[in-house]
Each structure stands twice: as C-alpha cells, then as structure tokens.
C-alpha cells in the first residue's frame, strides 16, 4: 500500500496565515513551563547573584514578556495579538537542579495565545543559558509545553498528566519570589 506524500505546505504547495476575520473576539489565556537544568554549582552561582552577566532571573523573565509580545515576528503565520498580560515566573529548584520556567498569557482576540506562551518560555530559557554558560557550557532546555488554554471554540483546556511522568511542583505566577 503506497501512503500518500504528506507536504507541510499543503496540497497548493504554499503556506498562508489562516484567516480570523469572522471569528468572534474571545478572552483567551495561555500558560506554557518549561526547565533550564544545569550543574548544582551553576545554579547556586546563579541564586547567589555571583553571574557576571548580572541578574539572571530578571533579565529571563524580561526576556520572556518581549518575546510573546514579539511572537508574530518570529513565528510564521502566527497573528499580532493584543496582549493584556504577560507573566513569567523563573523559580530555582535544586531538586532539578536547575530554573523552573512558567508563562500566563492572556488576550482578547479571534484566536489563542498558546504561540505566544511557548515563546515566553523559551526565550526565558534561552537567556538563562546565555547568562549562565560561562558556568556550565552543557545547560539543557527542558519540556517546553503548553499546560492550560482556555476561551475560544474548544474552552477550556488544561493538559492531562502522562502515565509515569512524576508531578511537577508548578512555580507560582505573582507574588514575592521564594530563594533557596
């Protein structure tokens, strides 16, 4: 049985941004995690505020908020989104060891904001290791994924837990920062 060519640009051969146009305005939120895992030394370098860079967990989460507003810009056929909100939380973990990344999003828009969680994450993680590669050349990027949607046609969503994967302490989006 011979399977049919599957084309990531479709069957016109070219790509398009889905049109919106008729899609009714929805409050959307989005909340993406990931992980920065490095060396115990790395990270009680980095919770020490020893970083010659200076400080990390402000600059990832900095970082973290310009990215999502900038999603369109780097991500093809996504749309400009008029964001309401923007979190990034970077919490220390030494269990990981390493930085826990979390991101809420939020919109009111004809379409979800998950994109522009998922980019949050990652440029928060991205910076964390430029800042602290001096330390730890070997750094990983961990689990970057969406978590929660809700508005729009499919509600709410929140992502079920996999078979074997162990619970994750979720890092909490506002409030004082808790240090090691």
Same mark, same amino acid.
């Given at each position: 049985?011979?399977?049919?060519?599957? @084309?990531?640009?479709? +069957?016109?051969g070219?790509?398009?941004?889905?049109?919106?146009?008729?899609?009714p305005?929805?409050?959307?939120? /989005?909340?993406?995690?990931?992980?920065?895992?490095?060396?115990?030394? /790395?990270?009680?370098?980095?919770? @020490?505020?020893?970083?010659?860079?200076?400080?990390?967990?402000?600059t /990832?989460k900095?970082? !973290?908020?310009q990215? /999502?507003?900038?999603?369109?810009e780097?991500?093809?056929?996504?749309?400009p989104? +008029?964001l @309401?909100?923007?979190?990034?939380d970077?919490?220390?973990?030494?269990e990981?060891? !390493?930085?826990?990344?979390? @991101?809420?999003?939020?919109?009111?828009?004809?379409? !979800?904001?998950?994109m522009?969680?998922? $980019?949050?994450?990652?440029?928060?993680a991205?910076?964390?290791?430029?800042?602290?590669?001096?330390?730890?050349?070997?750094?990983?990027?961990?689990?970057?994924?969406?978590?929660?949607?809700s !508005?729009g046609?499919?509600?709410?969503l929140?992502?079920p837990?996999?078979?074997g994967? +162990?619970?994750?302490?979720? +890092?909490? $989006?506002s409030?004082?920062r808790?240090?090691?």
């Open positions: 049985m011979t399977r049919p060519r599957l @084309s990531h640009t479709g +069957p016109s070219r790509v398009r941004m889905v049109d919106v146009t008729e899609k305005l929805s409050q959307r939120e /989005a909340i993406a995690e990931g992980a920065v895992r490095m060396t115990p030394q /790395a990270l009680r370098l980095l919770t @020490s505020g020893a970083v010659t860079k200076g400080d990390v967990l402000t /990832a900095i970082a !973290g908020i990215a /999502a507003k900038r999603t369109s780097l991500i093809p056929m996504t749309h989104l +008029p @309401s909100l923007v979190e990034v970077c919490t220390p973990d030494a990981l060891p !390493g930085i826990r990344l979390r @991101s809420r999003v939020r919109c009111l828009a004809p379409t !979800g904001a998950e522009e969680a998922l $980019t949050a994450v990652a440029a928060a991205l910076t964390i290791v430029d800042m602290v590669k001096s330390a730890d050349r070997w750094m990983t990027i961990e689990g970057i994924e969406l978590v929660h949607k !508005g046609k499919s509600g709410t929140d992502r837990q996999a078979a994967r +162990p619970k994750r302490p979720r +890092p909490r $989006t409030g004082p808790r240090r090691p």
